[in-house]
Nanobody, 117 residues
């Protein structure tokens, strides 16, 4: 069992920045960030492999968001710059336990990000 706890959400003006954190109780194969806006489906944003640090970004956030990890702290961060009102959503981190996992095995509770225009 791995617990994931997100933090760092809040209210920010358009063009501003926020840094989200995802603290994991154990090591996993990969961690991804997702978001869900009201009335919309959950959207994949980015993922990182713990061992290699390899990343993959959705086009909607490429160039604005950066994912990183701290192996010592078992934490993953999402630096969000040049925020837009359409980035408003609840942001979730999720973890896959193994490379062969077809779905994310564990999810955090989410943190609200609101971008005002």
């Amino acid at each position: 069992q791995v617990q994931l706890v997100e933090s760092g959400g809040g209210l920010v003006q358009a063009g501003g920045s926020l840094r989200l954190s995802c603290a994991a109780s154990g090591r996993t194969f990969s961690v991804g960030w997702f978001r869900q806006a009201p009335g919309k489906e959950r959207e994949f944003i980015v993922r990182i492999f713990w061992s290699s640090g390899s990343t993959y970004y959705a086009d909607s956030v490429k160039g604005r968001f950066t994912i990183s990890r701290d192996n010592a702290k078992n934490a993953v961060y999402l630096q969000m710059n040049s925020l837009k009102p359409e980035d408003t959503a609840v942001y979730y981190c999720a973890a896959k336990l193994a490379a062969w996992s077809t779905v994310y095995d564990y999810w955090g509770q989410g943190t609200q990000v609101t971008v005002s225009s």
